[in-house]
């Protein structure tokens, strides 16, 4: 895609103010017709805040400067003003109900009508031609709660062709896809682009940028650092690296020498089905084990069984216990609740931080202290003082960017929010810390603070669990990795014996590894 395409959309001078802070200041940036245009930046540099303004999320009044599309000022009110206009934007979080149809997804809110009333057979037939557009060949009566993430993922672009998109913006998309789904998904997009749609993206993962992208925004701090147009594949990652830190990253993981002790944690012949299905097994005769001042990784396919494996073994908060033991200093301990886990020095960080890690009503210092009120408490009572200092202290501690914890939660962007939820579970201060997905949605710079925090916790002598989809990022982290394939754990290597070849090999075999391989230590 080259400089002479037209300017389809400029925005200048963007400023947006928050109570407490200027998220945006002074941005600037052109997209030209026909690109797939990258938007990067740290956690909280004011990506989300800018195409919530360009979308209409953020009205017109209520910012700084001045929005063009194609070359005429646009002053959106709300989401169908900018719709309307051609603007579609699919958020992170998917905005689908799992209850309704395909159909009923598509075109909620843009029925399609006849005489008054909504036009069924049409709605099916305009559905399917969606469909077929994004490659997915589901019947549109096809319940939402039935798919997968990725399939989820397609049928949002479907809903957005469905309103005739001109601009698309996508706000990671990819992050809780799988590598094959991610893969679909920016083949579609270069097939979109085909079309002459234009697309905006936003992503932390850089190899997706290299692919896709024509060109790329680097935003800082609320400001815009540089834009500029690159050739698909040619995307320089370390100069988006240094654009968005500040800085070079010599090493995108710290180093660390390991100071390995004894076993904290074993699980043995662990055997959990799934919650509403008696008889699938989701957790097959698996077991591990966790010593102190080690990093274990734990690797898999989606849909292998690492999540449904941490969770029910932290206080059996998923599936039906079936059998199994878990040993915590060499002692068997019963587990039966979330509090019994909590009790017996185990801390869990879900995958799932909008669902599963936070209350989004709360505050900041209400979160950070809500996994162990008993330490905030005194006589019986609340201690307002005490609860506000242990939060001040991680807000510090952690950098999270908030200039005070009695701000809520949904105010801060992804990478801050995932900074509280690790705050939260490092309060009560325990022996054993699960992290599923620790470092999704998050930038290169926030990830390379959570892997320091990561190698913190472990030098203190806890032991860390890490579930990642990302195989380098276990590679480059871990002391010791583990596969899952089908429920059951197929293998455990040394992270300096490992590479990506033969971690997948372990993750596609069913078949369980000898004892001698599954007890291996570094």
């Given at each position: 895609m080259t400089d002479t395409q037209p300017v389809v959309l400029e925005m200048r001078a963007i400023t947006k103010e928050f109570p407490g802070v200027r998220a945006l200041d002074g941005v600037t940036m052109a997209v030209r017709a026909g690109q797939v245009h990258a938007v990067c930046g740290e956690n909280g540099a004011g990506k989300s805040t800018l195409m919530k303004i360009l979308s209409g999320v953020h009205p017109h009044g209520s910012y700084g400067g001045t929005v063009l599309l194609q070359g005429q000022e646009v002053r959106f009110k709300d989401i169908k003003a900018s719709e309307r206009a051609g603007v579609v934007i699919i958020h992170q979080e998917l905005a689908l109900i799992p209850e309704l149809s395909i159909a009923e997804n598509i075109f909620l809110g843009n029925e399609v009508m006849s005489r008054g009333l909504i036009d069924w057979d049409a709605t099916r037939r305009c559905t399917s031609v969606l469909l077929a557009r994004v490659g997915l060949d589901l019947d549109p009566a096809t319940p939402v709660k039935s798919l997968g993430v990725g399939q989820q993922q397609l049928v949002e672009i479907a809903k957005a062709l469905s309103k005739d998109v001109r601009l698309l913006i996508l706000d990671e998309p990819t992050s809780a896809l799988n590598e094959d789904d991610s893969a679909n998904l920016l083949a579609l997009l270069r097939g979109l682009q085909a079309r002459g749609i234009t697309s905006i993206i936003i992503s932390h993962k850089l190899n997706e940028i290299a692919a896709v992208a024509d060109a790329v925004t680097v935003l800082r701090d609320g400001r815009t650092v540089e834009t500029y147009a690159v050739e698909s594949g040619q995307v320089d990652e370390d100069r988006i690296i240094?654009?968005?830190?500040?800085?070079?990253?010599?090493?995108?993981?710290?180093?660390h020498t390991p100071s390995i002790g004894e076993t904290i944690l074993e699980v043995r012949g662990w055997q959990v089905d799934h919650p509403t299905t008696p008889g699938r097994r989701v957790c097959k005769d698996s077991a591990f084990h966790v010593r102190s001042g080690e990093i274990v990784g734990f690797a898999g396919l989606m849909g292998a069984g690492r999540t449904e494996l941490a969770r029910s073994v932290f206080g059996r908060s998923y599936g039906t216990y079936l059998a199994g033991e878990v040993l915590l200093h060499g002692r068997p301990v019963q587990l039966p609740t979330v509090e019994a886990a909590i009790r017996h020095g185990l801390a869990y960080v879900p995958e799932d931080r909008k669902n599963l890690g936070l209350n989004l009503l709360d505050t900041i210092r209400r979160t950070i202290t809500s996994a162990d009120l008993r330490q905030v408490v005194r006589?019986?009572?609340?201690?307002?003082?005490?609860?506000?200092?242990?939060?001040?202290?991680?807000?510090?501690?952690?950098?999270?960017?908030?200039?005070?914890?009695?701000?809520?939660?949904?105010t801060l962007s992804g990478g801050n929010q995932q900074k509280v939820v690790l705050a939260k579970w490092m309060f009560p201060d325990p022996d054993v810390l699960i992290l599923d997905e620790p470092t999704r949605g998050i930038d290169v710079g926030a990830k390379y603070e959570i892997y320091q925090l990561v190698q913190h916790l472990a030098d203190q002598g806890k032991g860390v669990v890490v579930i990642s989809s990302e195989l380098p990022e276990l590679l480059g982290l871990c002391d010791r990795i583990y596969t899952i394939c089908e429920g059951r754990v197929t293998g455990v290597l040394d992270a300096r014996d490992a590479d990506q070849e033969s971690l997948m090999r372990l993750m596609t075999t069913s078949a369980a590894t000898t004892p001698a391989t599954a007890t291996a230590s570094r």
């Open positions: 240094r654009a968005m830190v500040g800085r070079s990253l010599e090493n995108r993981y710290p180093h006589r019986g009572l609340l201690d307002v003082d005490r609860e506000g200092a242990v939060a001040e202290g991680y807000r510090r501690s952690l950098r999270i960017k908030s200039p005070t914890v009695d701000a809520g939660v949904t």
